[in-house]
């Protein structure tokens, strides 16, 4: 596979969250290892997670082609957002690209987000969720190959829905229909999204009193409070999401994310006044 230099005219950060999921994490990084485009560093967001996953990093930073900077937290609950404004204020890059240690990106991921990187803008992609025999199944062959994003190669692993599949064209004029037809509205998704660095400050980054449910979303009306408006580019770029559980979940975690979720919204707000301004 040829790797390529776009000499964007910015410095790119991919940020990767993750927690206590090493098996997974070192197949997303594999998936960065094989990127058409290679100027770009990693920042890993872990949330406290155990000794393994350092290893893993320690041990992948041996062959990488690229930086990968570790910003770990001790463990306290679900934190994605404190450990996010930490790996934000640690990130070089002019331009972040967040994803999840969960999420193997397709070889053109990183490519697609700079091609349609626009300072008014954040982009939107999307994933497609791979159920847990397939997840356990591949392997670092399957995804330096990319047949781990062949709809053949899935459905003889057993995948089943052939809509779904859409999002793995790699056709530009159909990706391109794809987005402008399909009628999801475009949200900030922490597993695909990126925008600019100046922006994510200007709104303080994420807001550390929300935990899991809808955390991405707020911080997605946030910057479009701010003016910065969201691009679809769900069929332009694809991570494959492997299969996990959410035991961190609880009734009065979501309860408490959307009683903000809401105030965000009616009230218009841009800035959060517990974000990622502590850590710069």
């Not at 990693?42 to 690229?66: C, K, Q, W, Y």
């Not at 990106?105 to 990187?117: E, L, M, S, T």
């Not at 679809?232 to 009683?259: C, P, W």
Request: charged letters at 25%.
């Amino acid at each position: 596979m040829n790797k390529i230099k776009l000499q964007p005219a910015f410095k790119v950060s991919v940020i990767i969250s993750t927690y206590n999921s090493s098996e997974w994490l070192e197949k997303v990084l594999w998936g960065f290892f094989e990127q058409t485009e290679i100027k770009f560093e990693v920042v890993i967001a872990d949330d406290g997670s155990r000794e393994d996953t350092r290893n893993l990093i320690d041990s992948m930073r041996r062959i990488a082609p690229f930086e990968i900077i570790h910003v770990w937290q001790a463990d306290d609950g679900f934190q994605k957002c404190r450990i996010l404004n930490k790996a934000i204020a640690s990130a070089s890059g002019e331009y972040l690209i967040f994803t999840d240690g969960d999420c193997i990106p397709r070889n053109d991921f990183v490519a697609q987000h700079i091609q349609n990187a626009e300072k008014s803008s954040y982009l939107s992609g999307a994933y497609l969720k791979i159920p847990m025999k397939i997840s356990q199944a591949i392997n670092r062959e399957d995804i330096e190959s990319q047949r781990v994003f062949s709809p053949a190669w899935l459905f003889g692993m057993g995948f089943n829905s052939r809509l779904k599949l859409l999002k793995l064209t790699r056709s530009r004029i159909l990706g391109e229909f794809l987005n402008r037809l399909i009628p999801v509205k475009p949200t900030w998704n922490g597993n695909n999204s990126s925008c600019f660095k100046e922006s994510i400050i200007a709104v303080n980054g994420f807001n550390e009193l929300m935990q899991y449910g809808g955390e991405d979303c707020e911080f997605g009306y946030r910057l479009v409070n701010y003016g910065v408006k969201p691009k679809r580019i769900r069929y332009s770029t694809i991570a494959t999401h492997l299969e996990h559980s959410r035991g961190y979940v609880t009734q009065d975690m979501l309860k408490k994310n959307f009683e903000i979720i809401k105030i965000t919204r009616e009230n218009k707000l841009i800035w959060t006044n517990v974000g990622v301004n502590q850590y710069i």
